[in-house]
């Protein structure tokens, strides 16, 4: 019983920190057009489907179940009169990563202004994941061929790391600054054949005041990204520089500064990986349900981190709080 009250007093915990984060981003972006506002905001949809995620249920249905088990609960965290139903949570399930992608640009915020990380440096990485189902090779899809069972959303995609992959892809932005935890402050998600940095632009007016150095691999080599980073509008210098490896960097500090890339935004993947069932497959298939699924994941992660801070483990090592969930 013990052991159940404290998961059910992290669960809480974790929703609490969730709610403001989810309502600011909300706000963000409100819905437009014609039609009546939805029985249920955007803000508790993007909640449960977060819980669902941290649960590490990895079908929607699996997480719709998980999440009426627990409905008395969640009902009180979240102030509900009446659950949604199985239908409603699948049909905003596709629709949350909007609100979800802003959620989590706010939640690296708010950790670098309590003290969590320093943003200082940052470090910016693609990573790939297989999709569900057999492979579609690429002669057969220019042919017209199908092949029975493939997800039809995902495409090819080349890294040195994981070779040719069929699948998807995100793309996450995390400190790097020397003696501060790694911690994730914004991301992205796209299919396999997205390009390196394809979103990367559009990030760059949402990095930190503080950040002054922004490490990337060679996939990031674009004049327009160097000149953004380290020129203002007028030309003149903004005392940010970017850091790849075309880049010259004939100082030490310069290539010692670089190999933090390797000791943080890479690692990150890898532990993401682990504690969310990624390394062999996408949870879902289709463009939709998996980019609400990774945005979930990573904010979700971006809790759990925070919430071992509160706790005084001045560490990112968060799969106990995962497994007990």
Known sequence: MVARAREGTCLAALIALA????????????????????????????????VGVLARRKTKSAQYRYLTQHRTALGAALGLLRWPARATFF???????????????????????????????????????????????????????????????????YSEHHGWVYGYSY?????????????????????????????????????PDQTRHVLADRGYDKNEYGDRLEYDAQGRPTGRHFLCPPVERHRPASRRLYARRTRTVEPFNEWF??????????????????????L??????????????????????????????
């Open 19 to 50: 709610i403001p984060l989810c309502q600011a981003a909300e706000r963000q972006c409100p819905r437009s057009g014609p039609g009546c506002p939805p029985s249920y905001p955007d803000w508790l949809m993007a909640v449960l489907i977060i």
């Open 91 to 157: 049909e905003r399930y596709r629709r949350a990563q909007r609100l979800l992608a802003v959620a989590v640009k706010l939640q690296g915020r708010r950790a670098v202004s309590e003290g969590l990380a320093e943003a200082a440096t940052v470090a910016v990485d693609k990573s790939l994941l297989p999709a569900r189902g057999p492979v579609w090779p690429q002669r057969a899809r220019q042919a017209g061929r199908t092949v029975r069972g493939a997800d039809r959303a995902a495409t090819w995609g």
């Open 171 to 207: 793309e996450v932005l995390v400190t790097a600054t020397p003696g501060s935890l790694v911690f994730l402050l914004l991301a992205s998600v796209g299919t396999a054949s997205r390009r390196a940095g394809a979103s990367f632009g559009a990030q760059l007016e949402h990095l």
């Open 273 to 294: 990986k682990h504690l969310f069932e990624l390394h062999e497959r996408a949870w879902h298939r289709g463009l939709d349900n998996n980019h609400t699924q990774l």
């Open 296 to 325: 979930a994941a990573i904010f979700g992660y971006q809790l759990l981190v925070r919430f071992n801070h509160r706790c005084h483990r001045r560490n990112g090592q968060v799969q106990w709080l995962l497994d007990g969930l």
